[in-house]
Nanobody
Framework: QVRLVESGGGLEQAGGSLRLSCEAS????????AGWFRQAPGREREFVAA????????YYEDSVKGRFTISRDNTKMTVDLQMNSLEPEDTAVYYC???????????????????WGQGTQVTVSS
């Protein structure tokens, strides 16, 4: 059983930066792919970014490409999301997730993710 705990959320002005971190425990983290999702008020949870177990490949939702960077450190069992040039539309609860396996076609779906964190709030003011 993998446990995921997010941190680093908060209030930031538009154009600013935040770095989210997700710390894993209870499993061999290097065996899992990882992703970040977000859910804004009144909307469904949506994919933000994902990274494979080795860190050798990453995927991004179109609206965050060039602004957000996902990375991982398997020795520390963490996966981070660096968010730059924040926009008010980035306001949401951000969730970390771990997947035993996803493919190049389903990484953006919630279905292949086996474990989820509780989420951390990110609020971007205009």
């Amino acid at each position: 059983q993998v446990r995921l705990v997010e941190s680093g959320g908060g209030l930031e002005q538009a154009g600013g930066s935040l770095r989210l971190s997700c710390e894993a425990s209870g499993g061999i983290f290097s065996h899992y792919n990882a992703g970040w999702f977000r859910q804004a008020p009144g909307r469904e949870r949506e994919f933000v970014a994902a990274i494979i177990w080795s860190g050798g490949r990453s995927y991004y939702e179109d609206s965050v490409k060039g602004r957000f960077t996902i990375s991982r450190d398997n020795t520390k069992m963490t996966v981070d999301l660096q968010m730059n040039s924040l926009e008010p539309e980035d306001t949401a609860v951000y969730y970390c997730a771990a997947s035993e396996a996803f493919s190049g076609t389903n990484y953006a779906s919630e279905r292949p993710y086996n474990y989820w964190g509780q989420g951390t709030q990110v609020t971007v003011s205009s």
